[in-house]
């Protein structure tokens, strides 16, 4: 078993772990949390490499961390299966910035985007910050994985995200899918992170997200 770890968008520090069985995961990723953002598993699925959440939760910046390890393995573009995705994920890699291109179905209610491994709550920054219990009770409520809320100043953004499965409530310092879901909302396509890194968004019959990503040595 082993991992590494990337930093996303200059920030949210997601650790990538091969070679653990299912039974293993739960232990592997309350230990990794505590000094990463997020922890994902990678596997093989029908012949090609897999993503899985610990919560079966859509992330995009483990999206892009995964095809940042592919990239170092020699692998520039290509595709992998990811949590939440309903297909395959396309990446392309050059340098340091990477961009996945995945069909994610969501809907769209008032200031609710909710996508199938997870939903947020968009919200201006002056409201005040949502509860653990209110982003549990969310969760529960639209059927996903996860629940985030999305602050935002101008196209800054403030992410907040709660897990399910591993009952973490995380202060991201960069979050794809909030970015996405800000786009969708607020059609912002150059979402400001809070390290103050852009994440960039297209929108279409599929979405493209590109970030910088940066593996970690020795982390």
Known sequence: MNNSVFLVAGGNPTALVSGCPPAKRGAVAKKLLERVEQVGFVCVKNGKPALEMMGGELCVNASLAMAARLSHMRRLRGEFYASGVDGLVHYSCKGNMVSVRMPLKFSKKGNY??????????????????????????????????????????????????????????????????????????????????????????????????????GVPGR
């Open 113 to 214: 985007v909710v996508f199938k491994g997870i939903g947020f709550l968009v919200s201006k920054k002056s409201t005040g910050k949502i509860s653990r219990a209110s982003l549990a009770r969310l969760s529960r409520a639209y059927g996903v994985p996860a629940f985030g809320a999305i602050y935002y100043k101008k196209n800054a953004i403030f992410p907040v995200v709660y897990v399910a499965a591993v009952d973490s409530l995380m202060e991201e310092t960069a979050c794809g899918s909030g970015s996405i879901a800000f786009c969708i909302a607020k059609g912002i396509n150059k979402v400001i992170q809070p390290t103050g890194e852009i994440i960039s968004i297209k929108t279409g019959p599929t979405i493209t997200i590109t970030a910088k990503v940066i």
